[in-house]
């Protein structure tokens, strides 16, 4: 429940008006010539303007050929559309990072069965222990008695696709 409230919290999340001018003049400001839509090279420009990296040949390629065949590049409204996605998965990755976090108390990257067994006290106190261990358990999908973050978001995304 704990986890799935976040996951819908991060759903419901809206551009504010400010983020939708910054997103709008970043395409402007890569549509140098004024075409009124972006280039293969224009994308990977506006990317590293609004999230600080180059976007890799995978997923622009992804991108670009979600893109109207019959138009010569990314129209405004795809590239809102985009960013709007990148944005809500960037604040998913975040929430999931920050829930990490509070149960890594030692700040060592990893979980072990006592920190979830002390984060699930204070989230779910009538929670059985026995119902903890087998939470861990399928959350350590390589059994070292160490989940990850990696192990702990995958584990999230996962439930949230059984969930739906």
Same mark, same amino acid.
């Given at each position: 429940?704990?986890?799935?409230?976040?996951?819908?919290?991060?759903?419901?999340?809206?551009?504010?008006?400010?983020?939708?001018?910054?997103?709008?003049?970043? /395409?402007? =400001?890569? &549509?140098?010539?004024?075409? @009124?839509? $972006?280039?293969? !090279? +224009? *994308? %990977?420009? #506006?990317?590293?303007?609004?999230?600080?990296?180059?976007?890799?040949?995978?997923?622009?390629?992804?991108?670009?050929?979600?893109?109207?065949?019959?138009?010569?590049?990314?129209?405004?409204?795809?590239?809102?559309?985009?960013?709007?996605?990148?944005?809500?998965?960037?604040?998913?990755?975040?929430?999931?990072?920050?829930? /990490?976090? =509070?149960? &890594?108390?030692?700040?060592? @990257?990893? $979980?072990?069965? !006592? +920190? *979830? %067994?002390? #984060?699930?006290?204070?989230?779910?106190?009538?929670?059985?222990?026995?119902?903890?261990?087998?939470?861990?358990?399928?959350?350590?999908?390589?059994?070292?008695?160490?989940?990850?973050?990696?192990?702990?978001?995958?584990?999230?995304?996962?439930?949230?696709?059984?969930?739906?």
């Amino acid at each position: 429940m704990f986890f799935s409230e976040a996951r819908a919290r991060s759903r419901t999340w809206e551009a504010s008006p400010s983020d939708h001018r910054k997103w709008v003049e970043v /395409f402007k =400001a890569c &549509d140098e010539d004024h075409k @009124g839509y $972006l280039s293969r !090279e +224009d *994308f %990977k420009t #506006a990317v590293v303007m609004l999230f600080g990296y180059k976007p890799s040949k995978i997923e622009v390629d992804s991108v670009m050929s979600s893109i109207n065949p019959n138009t010569s590049g990314m129209l405004l409204e795809g590239f809102l559309n985009i960013v709007r996605k990148k944005k809500e998965a960037q604040r998913y990755r975040n929430e999931v990072r920050h829930i /990490f976090t =509070a149960f &890594d108390t030692y700040y060592r @990257g990893f $979980l072990t069965l !006592e +920190d *979830f %067994k002390k #984060a699930f006290r204070q989230v779910a106190p009538k929670l059985p222990e026995r119902t903890v261990l087998e939470v861990f358990r399928e959350v350590d999908r390589d059994s070292d008695g160490h989940v990850s973050f990696r192990d702990f978001e995958y584990a999230l995304n996962y439930g949230q696709k059984e969930a739906r």
